[in-house]
C-alpha cells in the first residue's frame, strides 16, 4: 500500500515526482483539476468528475492528448499499483511549461499529473455534532465554475475560518450565499431545500448534483435559487457538501446556533441516502462514516 504519481506517461513514487519550475501552473495558476475519492478500490462517480474535468479545459482552451478513456485506465492502473481501497485521487492539467509569458504558449504539450494517497477520514465527531462554519465575502472572479488551480481567495478564507475555530468559510455576495470555500452549501425552511443556482458564481459540485437528485427522488422540494445570509442564520438545517465531506451537518453559522445544535432529520436522511448511493456504487464497505 502506498501513495504514488503518474506524470506525463510514468508512474513513480511521489517522493520522485517532479515538474519543471516552469510549470504554467505554477506560474500563473493556468490548469485546472479534480479531485475522486475511492470506496472499496472503485472511484465514486468518476464519468461526473471526467465530464467536469473537460468541460473546465474547454473552458480555459487547453488542449490534451489524454481522453477520458485514457485517465480512466490510469486511475485504475494506479489504484492496483497503489493497492489501496480507499484513496483520494487528484489530477490536473496545464497548459505546459515553456518560458514565462503571458500569452499561450506555442508548440508546447500540456502536463499532465495524478497522484492517488490514502484517503482522508473526516473526524467522526463532526457528523454527530455538526460543524461551524463562519461567512466571508467572495472575492473570487466570475468563472467559478471552472475548476482551475487559482484557488487563492479559497486558501486565504478557509485559513480564516480554521484560525478563528471554525470548520469551513461559507462566501456571500451582495448578501447572498454562495458556496463554502471547497464546498457547497444547503439550507432547509419549511421542508424544502434551497441551494445557489448552478451559474458560473459556484463550482457545479459533483455531491450537489446528486444530493439534488437524490431528495428529489424521496419527494423533497429542492429550489436552486440564492438564498440570503438572514435565511441561511435562521434556516431550519443547514448542510454542506464536497467529494471530501459528502454531506456535512452544520450547526453553528458564525456565532448563531442552527436546529439547537442538532442535526435535522433531513440532513440525517440526506446523509442516509448517500452513503447507500455511494454503497450501491462501490460495495458494501464503502461508508466512511459508521
Ligand atoms: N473541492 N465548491 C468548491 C469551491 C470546491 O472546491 C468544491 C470541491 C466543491 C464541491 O464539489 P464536489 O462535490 O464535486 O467535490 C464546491 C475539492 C474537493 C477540492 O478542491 O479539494
Known amino acids: 500500500m502506498c501513495s504514488i504519481a503518474f506524470i506525463n ?6 517522493d520522485k515526482a517532479y515538474v519543471n519550475i516552469e510549470d504554467r501552473g505554477y506560474q500563473f495558476g493556468d490548469g485546472v483539476y479534480e479531485v475522486v475519492y475511492v470506496y472499496e478500490g472503485v472511484p465514486f462517480a468518476l464519468e461526473d468528475h471526467l465530464e467536469r474535468f473537460f468541460n473546465s479545459l474547454n473552458s ?4 490534451t492528448d489524454y481522453t477520458k ?9 494506479g489504484l492496483k499499483e497503489a493497492n489501496l481501497k480507499y484513496a483520494e485521487i487528484y489530477f490536473q492539467i496545464t497548459r505546459g511549461t515553456s518560458r514565462r509569458t503571458h500569452t499561450f504558449p506555442e508548440k508546447v504539450s500540456s502536463n499532465f499529473v495524478l497522484n492517488i494517497q490514502p484517503g482522508v477520514n473526516p473526524p467522526t465527531e463532526l457528523w454527530e455534532k455538526g460543524a461551524s462554519v463562519s461567512l466571508a465575502k467572495d472575492i473570487r472572479w466570475s468563472r467559478c465554475d471552472i475548476k482551475s488551480l487559482n484557488l487563492l ?9 480554521r484560525d478563528n475555530g471554525y470548520f469551513e468559510s461559507v462566501l456571500y455576495r451582495d448578501g447572498y450565499i454562495i458556496e463554502g470555500s471547497s464546498t457547497n452549501i444547503f439550507i432547509v425552511e419549511n421542508n424544502q431545500i434551497y441551494t445557489y443556482p448552478a451559474n458560473s458564481h459556484i463550482l457545479g459540485g459533483i455531491t450537489r448534483k446528486h ?18 445570509v438572514e435565511q441561511l ?3 431550519n438545517e443547514v448542510f454542506l457538501t464536497g467529494t471530501y465531506i459528502e ?44
Open 247 to 290: 454531506v456535512l451537518p452544520v450547526t453553528k453559522v458564525n456565532s448563531e446556533i442552527i436546529n439547537n445544535g442538532l442535526v435535522g432529520p433531513i440532513t440525517k436522511k440526506l446523509n442516509e441516502e448517500y452513503k447507500k448511493w455511494i454503497n450501491n456504487e462501490c460495495g458494501l464497505s464503502a461508508i466512511k462514516i459508521s
Open 69 to 77: 478513456q485514457d485517465i480512466e485506465q490510469i486511475i485504475y492502473d
Open 211 to 228: 444530493i439534488i437528485s437524490l431528495a428529489e427522488s424521496i419527494n423533497i422540494k429542492v429550489n436552486q435559487i440564492p438564498f440570503t
Open 60 to 63: 480555459v482552451k487547453i488542449q
Open 153 to 161: 481567495p479559497n486558501v486565504l478564507a478557509k485559513q480564516e475560518a
Open 233 to 235: 442564520y435562521h434556516a
Open 9 to 14: 506517461g510514468q508512474f513513480m513514487t511521489i
